[in-house]
């Protein structure tokens, strides 16, 4: 029997909980294959290797591949390979999601008539940028070319939902395509990711939070404590992974005893030339929970970023050093010149 809209949310909650994440994707998965008249899915890729989403689900969980691949209403679009059919949005029997997990071509608009795919993103009811890479630029794609896919989305008012991550945790992705399909928008933070998915900073469900309360930290890998001063970026980093872990709740980074690299935020993999193991500022934490205190409560905010081997410091000013500084200055994503400079 199929799903009640109430019962495809509750799963979906799952999704962003420490739940069984397998069945949860595979109700909501078949819930959506299931629903009479479901947005179609146009996946855009230009030769990548969908990484975010097919090769886990494939190794992991292959009903679920199947009611991805074969009974969703889905389309997937790689110019790059020779011969296949452009998505043309007069298919669609109403307006299709589409996943850039490759962005469009700078300047391509419907306007120009030169790209199809801008045409159908124009006429989409939402765009989900999916990965790192497309949603701030990175290796495949420049600050600029990301800020054209906005501009695209922007001119057609189509919602635009950033789901990064190196890779995207795949229940995120099947978790907004239920939550769009069954409910609308979901909630997004400044940088247009779901709430439900990057509300709260990996610090908050670590393991080794109580040893970060604590002033404990490991010194060099392989040690207990927390792995903040072996650069891990908990603090600036919103994503699930400390909650709902790694294949199939296997492990994580941090469980791993790897620092958390903040693959989710607009700053990855520089950030502002702390690199991946630079060290965050600390602002001598010692006992009691006044760090996590600061942490929970400013988020993004007030957490300074100071060179490695500077030391830490959690600074109340308003740095904010990875987003909006990259706003101001010319929407730098890789967020080179925006952090705070050594305290
Ligand atoms: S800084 Fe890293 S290791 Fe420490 S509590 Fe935060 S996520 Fe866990
Ligand atoms: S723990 Fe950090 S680096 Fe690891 S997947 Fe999560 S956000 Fe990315």
Same mark, same amino acid.
């Given at each position: 029997?199929?799903?009640?809209?109430?019962?495809?949310?509750?799963?979906?909650?799952?999704?962003?909980?420490?739940?069984?994440?397998?069945?949860?994707?595979?109700?909501?998965?078949?819930?959506?294959?299931?629903?009479?008249?479901?947005?179609?899915?146009?996946?855009?890729?230009?030769?990548?290797?969908?990484?975010?989403?097919?090769?886990?689900?494939?190794?992991?969980?292959?009903?679920?591949?199947?009611?991805?691949?074969?009974?969703?209403?889905?389309?997937?679009?790689?110019?790059?390979?020779?011969?296949?059919?452009?998505?043309?949005?007069?298919?669609?029997?109403?307006?299709?999601?589409?996943?850039?997990?490759?962005?469009?071509?700078?300047? &391509?608009?419907?306007?120009? =008539? +030169? /790209?199809?795919?801008?045409?159908?993103? !124009?006429?989409?009811?939402? #765009?989900?940028?999916?990965?790192?890479?497309?949603?701030?630029?990175?290796?495949?794609?420049?600050?600029?070319?990301?800020?054209?896919?906005?501009?695209?989305?922007?001119?057609?008012?189509?919602?635009?939902?950033?789901?990064?991550?190196?890779?995207?945790?795949?229940?995120?992705?099947?978790?907004?395509?239920?939550?769009?399909?069954?409910?609308?928008?979901?909630?997004?933070?400044?940088?247009?990711?779901?709430?439900?998915?990057?509300?709260?900073?990996?610090?908050?469900?670590?393991?080794?939070?109580?040893?970060?309360?604590?002033?404990?930290?490991?010194?060099?890998?392989?040690?207990?404590?927390?792995?903040?001063?072996?650069?891990?970026?908990?603090?600036?980093?919103?994503?699930?992974?400390? &909650?709902?872990?790694?294949? =199939? +709740? /296997?492990?994580?980074?941090?469980?791993? !005893?790897?620092?958390?690299? #903040?693959?989710?935020?607009?700053?990855?993999?520089?950030?502002?030339?702390?690199?991946?193991?630079?060290?965050?500022?600390?602002?001598?934490?010692?006992?009691?929970?006044?760090?996590?205190?600061?942490?929970?409560?400013?988020?993004?905010?007030?957490?300074?970023?100071?060179?490695?081997?500077?030391?830490?410091?959690?600074?109340?000013?308003?740095?904010?050093?990875?987003?909006?500084?990259?706003?101001?200055?010319?929407?730098?994503?890789?967020?080179?010149?925006?952090?705070?400079?050594?305290?």
């Amino acid at each position: 029997m199929p799903l009640t809209r109430r019962e495809v949310l509750k799963w979906v909650g799952v999704t962003a909980a420490a739940g069984p994440l397998l069945p949860a994707m595979e109700r909501i998965a078949h819930a959506i294959a299931e629903r009479p008249g479901a947005a179609p899915i146009v996946w855009y890729n230009a030769g990548g290797d969908h990484n975010n989403f097919l090769a886990q689900l494939g190794h992991a969980f292959p009903s679920l591949m199947e009611s991805a691949a074969i009974r969703w209403n889905l389309v997937s679009y790689d110019p790059l390979v020779p011969g296949v059919r452009e998505p043309s949005p007069d298919s669609f029997s109403s307006a299709p999601i589409v996943i850039l997990e490759s962005l469009p071509p700078s300047g &391509a608009d419907a306007a120009d =008539g +030169g /790209e199809p795919i801008a045409t159908v993103i !124009g006429r989409a009811k939402a #765009a989900i940028f999916l990965g790192t890479d497309a949603c701030y630029g990175g290796t495949r794609w420049t600050a600029a070319e990301v800020e054209s896919a906005e501009a695209l989305c922007r001119r057609s008012n189509v919602p635009m939902i950033k789901l990064p991550g190196v890779p995207v945790p795949p229940h995120h992705l099947i978790g907004t395509l239920g939550y769009l399909e069954f409910r609308g928008i979901p909630d997004l933070d400044r940088f247009q990711r779901p709430q439900l998915y990057y509300g709260e900073t990996v610090c908050m469900r670590c393991e080794r939070r109580w040893q970060l309360e604590n002033g404990e930290y490991a010194e060099s890998f392989g040690d207990a404590g927390c792995l903040l001063r072996l650069g891990c970026k908990g603090p600036i980093a919103h994503n699930s992974c400390a &909650a709902q872990r790694w294949n =199939g +709740g /296997e492990n994580w980074c941090v469980g791993a !005893g790897g620092p958390c690299t #903040a693959c989710s935020e607009p700053g990855y993999p520089l950030h502002g030339g702390l690199g991946l193991y630079g060290r965050l500022a600390e602002g001598g934490p010692g006992p009691g929970s006044s760090t996590l205190n600061r942490i929970r409560a400013i988020g993004w905010g007030f957490v300074a970023l100071a060179a490695a081997g500077v030391g830490l410091k959690l600074a109340h000013e308003a740095i904010d050093p990875i987003g909006q500084a990259a706003k101001a200055s010319g929407r730098d994503r890789r967020g080179s010149s925006s952090v705070q400079g050594p305290t």
